[in-house]
């Protein structure tokens, strides 16, 4: 009678953000941090840097920050560009305000970088890139959203799955990527680390 060989351990995954809505979006994956550990980092984009160079950058320095070597680090990081201009996250209500009357009436795209650090230091990265067209914003709407806080601590001022949603004409590109995960990339990287996934 020969012995069967113990299946391997499933693998695990610490998740370099405190970022509740990227917990939710891997939980539709069927995937859940083993922990969650932010990564601080400084996020000050470089003197010129492109909006793709930046978000890659973001996302393989919060992966490679984390300091656990047993496991896999998954980080991302997304950014909103109009042109070459790369839209600050809204911390106060007059950077909201700008940035919404940027975008209104215009397209501008949502960079949404993923990296995954393997437990032996390979690293392995995805962009994915959508295209976002806000309506024209009447002032009224500006200050109804402003009212509302969905833009507080948002790339670009807004997030797409809360009020704004009723205010973009379309999106040409991944939804979930816009809100702060990539699915089908961070699926695919996932999937070719040994995670489970169907």
């Known amino acids: 009678m020969t012995e069967t060989a113990d299946a391997a351990p499933a693998p695990r995954l610490v ?6 809505r990227r917990r939710e979006l891997l939980a539709r994956l069927g995937v859940t941090p083993a922990e969650i550990c932010a990564a601080d980092i400084d996020e000050t984009p470089a ?23 047993d496991a896999h680090i998954l980080a991302g990081d997304t950014v909103v560009s109009c042109g070459r201009r790369i839209l ?39 962009l994915s890139e959508t ?3 806000f309506k024209p914003l009447t002032a009224e709407e500006i200050d109804g959203y402003i009212a509302s806080g969905d833009w507080d601590g948002k790339a670009g001022g807004y997030a797409i799955q809360g009020r704004a949603e009723g205010l973009i004409a379309w999106i040409q590109g991944s939804h979930s ?22």
Request: proline residues 8%; hydrophobic residues 45%.
């Open 15 to 20: 998740l370099a953000s405190a970022s509740p």
């Open 47 to 69: 003197k010129a840097e492109l909006p793709r160079v930046y978000a890659r950058r973001m996302a393989r320095e919060k992966a490679l920050a984390i300091p656990d070597s």
């Open 131 to 133: 295209v976002v067209r």
């Open 88 to 126: 600050p996250k809204a911390e106060d209500e007059a950077t909201a305000r700008a940035c919404l009357k940027l975008l209104s009436g215009r397209r501008h795209r949502v960079l949404s970088a993923i990296a995954l650090r393997h437990p032996d230091g390979t690293l392995h990265e995805r």
């Open 177 to 198: 990527a816009v809100v702060g995960l990539p699915l089908f990339e961070a699926r695919a990287l996932l999937k070719a680390a040994g995670f489970p996934l169907t």
